[in-house]
């Protein structure tokens, strides 16, 4: 059984920079994407990040992208975000998730972050 671990998450200042973590673990792992969505309150879940495999491909939302940067370490099956100049907007629930070749998705337990005035 896939596992999604998120870390990361917490509180920072309008402006500030946190790192989210994501180690998947389970089984033998094809991947073909690992992606950030995150979901803020009131709101319907929105994509945020990708990266694909085995290219190292990423493409990012236009309200994130030169903000926000992800990658990933393809010997421990981690990927990141690494989101700077966080705005409030940015304050949601973050959440991993991994695609395999085989068609299989993945979600994580989501990490909160929340970015204050």
């Known amino acids: 059984q896939v596992q999604l671990v998120e870390s990361g998450g917490g509180l920072v200042q309008a402006g500030g920079s946190l790192r989210l973590s994501c180690t998947a673990s389970g089984g033998t792992l094809n991947i073909k994407r690992f992606a950030w969505w995150r979901q803020a309150p009131g709101k319907q879940r929105e994509f945020v990040a990708r990266?694909?495999?085995?290219?190292?491909?990423?493409n990012a939302a236009d309200s994130v992208k030169e903000r926000f940067t992800i990658s990933r370490d393809n010997a421990t099956n981690t990927v990141y975000l690494q989101m700077n100049r966080l705005k409030l907007d940015d304050t949601a629930v973050y959440y991993c998730?991994?695609?395999?070749?085989?068609?299989?998705?993945?979600w994580g337990q989501g990490t909160q972050v929340t970015v204050s005035s």
């Open positions: 998730t991994l695609d395999e070749w085989s068609g299989a998705n993945y």
């Open positions: 990266i694909l495999s085995p290219s190292g491909s990423t």
